[in-house]
């Protein structure tokens, strides 16, 4: 769902499987936005203003197209998407923030501003329902040195029984058990999509059920984004409730945790995750 122009005509543009279907204002089924309409507002695209689209995540729920009239400190509804409809408007609610600028007709370049932009949910509790824990260890205890070793790979599915997965995973605790002497120090880290994942072997949590696959022999790992850094000490136990960071994958994503030590020399290790399937209801 888009605010913007369609070569001169300015107004929203809704994409279904890729197919753009553009309402101009003057076809808006609320308010024109020209003056003319209930509210009296009238559009200025030319100048900076604020929109906002809005949906409702029910399948078939309306979408709708909303500017903002400064003077009057009001939202004007100008298009309603709405009727009878028999495949779901919306099959994912993740909706990423996106902008589009194309070139079709001339050789001229197109520059695209904008000078802010945001994505709410008003929702007072999380709609994503969790199922059963997932509980994955890196089986027999691994003997980590200086170099980062990577002692679980995650990695979430993009498909399941033959359909696009549209599950997300969260990574919700950790516990690491460290054999070293008291001086040992080591971090733990988790590398979202790392560049370098060396040997991983992925294997199923739960064939036809679980959109999770798991590696824990792979020799090596770089790169990607760290979402998780800790510190943990020899003979000792870490738990850490990791919940409230949001660490969450979705479809196609590896998050590899890691083990290296900084202080101590080489010990003895083992590292266990929980982590959650989120099924958005």
Partial sequence: MFWGYSGTQFGATVRVSGFDTFIGTGSFSNDPLNGSGSSGYTLAPATLELFKVEVGWHGSGPIKFYAFDVAQGRWVLGHVVSGVVTSPRLLNPTLPLHFEVKNTGN???????????????????????PLDALIVSSGSSLSVGATELPVISIQVTGTINGQPNRARVQLQSISVADAGGAGTVMFVRGRLNPTTLTGPTFVPYNTGTSVCNFDTVASAVAGGTE?????????SNTFQDLTALGIVLNPGDILSLTVQHVAGGASTNLLRCMLRELHTG
Avoid: C, F
Avoid at 108 to 117: G, R, Y
Avoid at 227 to 235: E, F, K, M, P, R
């Fill in 227 to 235: 979402v998780l850094g800790t510190v943990a000490s020899g003979q």
């Fill in 107 to 129: 050789t001229s370049n197109i520059i695209l501003k904008t000078a802010s932009a945001g994505i709410y949910r008003e929702s007072v509790s999380p709609s994503d329902i």
